[in-house]
Antibody, heavy 119, light 109 residues
Framework: EVQLLESGGGLVQPGGSLRLSCAAS????????MTWVRQAPGKGLEWVST????????YYADSVEGRFTISRDNSKNTLYLQMNSLRAEDTAVYYC????????????WGQGTTVTVSS | QTVVTQEPSLTVSPGGTVTLTCASS?????????PNWFQQKPGQAPRALIY???NKHSWTPARFSGSLLGGKAALTLSGVQPEDEAEYYC?????????FGGGTKLTVL
């Protein structure tokens, strides 16, 4: 069974940093691109970032470009999101998702981890 | 900034049919945008329903179907069930970046 388990969320002050992790199991992790998606309280889904299976290619939403860094460790089956210079508007549930091998969507999602940016 | 637009809300009767649409600010949506559809119920993670315009995942109920309609991506639910009440999001691919629509809240009443 494919499983994704996010961790690392919490309360952080504006301007601070946080690193999220997503532990993957049940599939050959290195074969798939992985994506982070976030959802602010009461709002819709927002695509954040995607990384290819080999880490050669990374993509970011304009709202996080230059502040967030996506990475992965295929030896540990783990996806990361390093978040720096955090702002109140980064407050959200952050989901990691496995990209579909068939197109540019995501077929399996984790349950999410909550990030709150507040003083 | 690219904007993807969905109906904010729709209401359908049990057993009825409803179509949700997904439009791009850049112009007509084509298969090259690889439209995806997701369902999200309160307190739950999103669940994938449709990929590449019209393809169903193995877990997608047969009553869900995807298409292109009048320059938009569309999700049609036929024979709606009470458990289909949820928020539905489309996702479009823009050559690396991806953009979600704002979501459609579907009420079954």
């Amino acid at each position: 069974e494919v499983q994704l388990l996010e961790s690392g969320g919490g309360l952080v002050q504006p301007g601070g940093s946080l690193r999220l992790s997503c532990a993957a199991s049940g599939f050959t992790f290195s074969d798939y691109a992985m994506t982070w998606v976030r959802q602010a309280p009461g709002k819709g889904l927002e695509w954040v970032s995607t990384i290819s299976g080999t880490s050669i290619s990374t993509y970011y939403a304009d709202s996080v470009e230059g502040r967030f860094t996506i990475s992965r460790d295929n030896s540990k089956n783990t996806l990361y999101l390093q978040m720096n210079s955090l702002r109140a508007e980064d407050t959200a549930v952050y989901y990691c998702a496995k990209d579909s091998p068939l197109d540019y969507g995501m077929d399996v999602w984790g349950q999410g981890t909550t990030v709150t940016v507040s003083s | 900034q690219t904007v993807v637009t969905q109906e904010p809300s729709l209401t359908v009767s049990p057993g009825g049919t409803v179509t949700l649409t997904c439009a791009s600010s850049t112009g007509a949506v084509t298969s090259g945008y690889y439209p995806n559809w997701f369902q999200q119920k309160p307190g739950q993670a999103p669940r994938a329903l449709i990929y590449s315009t019209s393809n169903k995942h193995s877990w997608t109920p047969a009553r869900f179907s995807g298409s292109l309609l009048g320059g938009k991506a569309a999700l049609t639910l036929s024979g709606v069930q009470p458990e289909d009440e949820a928020e539905y999001y489309c996702l479009l691919y823009y050559g690396g970046a991806r953009v979600f629509g704002g979501g459609t809240k579907l009420t079954v009443l």
